[in-house]
């Protein structure tokens, strides 16, 4: 424990999905980073009934540290918007941070969110270091060029997978994305509501095996869907109306 000793309570989750190859690594790597920060903390990993180990694995970490470790596990693949749904409505505690479960993102940048706690309500990340394929990262740069303008929003990289928001801000927030949009649609909403947003500059870091999901053309046509509904609700005449004020 640090000495630098913090009684403010964190729920860190992530998904796992085909990722029986990283689950125990961000584990243990969380248990480290959750003891370092408070006293007070949870990890909780979400099996989005993933056909590989990886929930099993989950549980015998679970096994291993009761009372700290949970493990939820969906009896159906929901998609990863569902999943971290998931992780938000079992988390306890007033602080949440979030991640992947394929080791992209290091869990040890939350030393660095978790040091603006007191200025922002959610913090999210930008990469200045993208390894990834070409293809990739052109992706990634049109999808975020597209959300800016479509959203009018100042964000560099606005669906990042390592970010920290308060519990009590996801209370107001109706979330209904079931595809990687989720992240995109958390910030949106939380910048309408007039909350603190900050972005912290992360690097990542190349998978150790297998291909990422969120790229296929299924992925990136449900994402391009909730995309477009959700920018129609919010640009409706009647979305999030000052109270007592109709059309």
């Known amino acids: 424990m640090s000495d630098n000793n913090n009684t403010t309570g964190i729920s860190l989750f992530f998904p796992v999905y085909n990722d029986e190859r990283t689950v125990r690594k961000v584990c243990e790597k969380s248990l480290q980073v959750l003891a370092e920060l408070s006293d007070v903390y949870e990890l909780i990993i979400i099996n989005d009934c993933s056909p590989d180990g990886a929930g099993a694995i989950a549980d015998e970490v679970a096994r291993e540290n009761p009372g700290k470790v949970r493990v939820i596990h969906h009896e159906r693949t929901l998609g990863y918007g569902m999943a971290l749904r998931s992780g938000f409505d079992a988390a306890q505690y007033e602080w949440i941070c979030f991640t992947d479960g394929d080791d992209e993102y290091d869990v040890f940048d939350f030393k660095k969110l978790f040091k603006l706690k007191d200025f922002y309500d959610l ?29 009018r929003s100042p964000y560099r990289d606005i669906s990042t997978g390592l970010r920290m928001v308060r519990k009590s801000l996801i209370r107001e927030l109706p979330l209904e994305s079931v595809s990687s949009f989720i992240g995109a649609e958390l910030t949106i909403k939380t910048m309408l509501k007039g909350y603190r947003v900050g972005e912290v500059g992360i690097q990542t870091f190349p998978r150790e095996f297998g291909t990422g999901s969120s790229t296929s053309i299924k992925n990136i046509i449900l994402t391009i869907r909730e995309m477009l509904k959700i920018h129609r609700k919010i640009f409706s005449e009647n979305y999030d109306l000052p109270e007592g004020r109709g059309r």
């Open 123 to 151: 913090i999210i990340t930008f990469r200045y270091v993208r390894l990834y394929s070409s293809s990739r990262v052109l992706i990634s740069s049109i999808y975020n060029m597209c959300l800016r303008f479509l959203f």
